[in-house]
Structures are given as structure tokens and as C-alpha cells.
């Protein structure tokens, strides 16, 4: 059994600025990752960990890496520490949050909430502590990224996951290099970067 503490217990114990993570509850749990042989599927049968059980193992070494929790759920996903609000007030709580956090990630996802969150990041965080992830099969990817697009000024479009291949095609020659999003971050100076995943 692993001992996991609340986001309460880290924010009180760790006295660095927390990371703050921020999602569509509908990410919970999705592994993004795929593609290769036939004999690459193999060897990652029994992989173990969700895109955000990853993303917080590489983010861990800067400080406690928070998510609000989702509301009823009985077992929290591995990953981000989990901070539990009540619905009325898990914008406050964001606006919070983002105020002393160190770095903010955003998976992009197409509820209103998440667009709420980014333009919430965009108007109260320094953009070079924000980092966006688009992963996976983003629900209205296209119309998504042209609303975050019209958010930031410039276009991300590159940040896009690439099609996939059909799934006959794809046993017979693997399919390792496809685009599975991007990462979209800032310079000092406030150029956008987006570097493929």
C-alpha cells in the first residue's frame, strides 16, 4: 500500500511553491502513449502509470505538484496531490492556487472549465511559470486549439496530435513517430514555444 498525503499535509510541510496542476476531470486515468511494432506493444504490456502519474514524477523536484480533486471520487488518481473543494467554490480556490504557484501546467481540454483556468493562468501567472500540454485525441482538438489561439495571439496549431493511421495499417509497419500533442510555454520576453510530444 502507498501512503499518499493530502495536498493540505504537502502545502503545509513543504515550504516551497507549489506546481499546480489543472485538467478536465475527463483526462483522469488516460495514457496517451502508443504506437511502434507489434513486438513494442509487447513490451509495455502491464506499463504501469498515467500520463499525470509521469508528467508528476518529472515535476516532483520543484515542489508539491497539487490538483483539485474531483468531487466524489472515492480513490484519487496517482499523480498530482489531490486539494478538495466544494463545487461553488473551486474557482476561488484556482485563483488561490495560482497565485503562489511556481509553475502552472494545463492540460488543454475542451470544457469550459479548463478555458476558464487558462485565462484565469494567462491574466494572474507570469507566462514563462506557465506550461500548456495538448495529449491524445483532444475532444474538438481543431476548434480548441483556434480558441486558445485567439487567447494567446499566435498560433499553436503545432501543438496538435497527428491522425492516426488505421488500425490495420498500423500492425503491419508500427507507428512510433506520430505526434501525440505538444507542449506550449513562454519565453522571458513572452515568444510562444511549442515543442512536440
Known sequence: VC???RAETLLALDGRAPV????????????????????HWLLRIGRTGSDEETMSRILAPLGPVIAIGKPGERL??????????ANDQWQERVLELLR????????????QGVFW???QALAH???QRLVMAVLGDVADARTTI?????????????????????????LIQGQS??????LIWFTQDGAVKIAPV
Open 3 to 5: 501512503f499518499r498525503p
Open 20 to 39: 499546480i496542476y489543472l485538467r478536465s476531470f475527463r483526462d483522469d486515468g488516460e495514457i496517451v502513449t502508443e504506437g511502434g511494432t507489434p513486438a
Open 177 to 182: 513517430n506520430r505526434r501525440l500533442g505538444g
Open 125 to 127: 501567472v507570469p507566462r
Open 117 to 119: 483556468e487558462i485565462e
Open 146 to 170: 483556434e480558441r486558445l489561439t485567439r487567447l494567446i495571439g499566435t498560433t499553436v496549431e503545432n501543438a496538435l496530435p497527428e491522425a492516426r493511421l488505421p488500425a490495420w495499417r498500423t
Open 100 to 111: 503562489h504557484a511556481q509553475l502552472v501546467v494545463i492540460r488543454i481540454g475542451s470544457s
Open 76 to 85: 484519487p488518481e496517482l499523480g498530482a496531490a489531490r486539494l478538495y473543494v
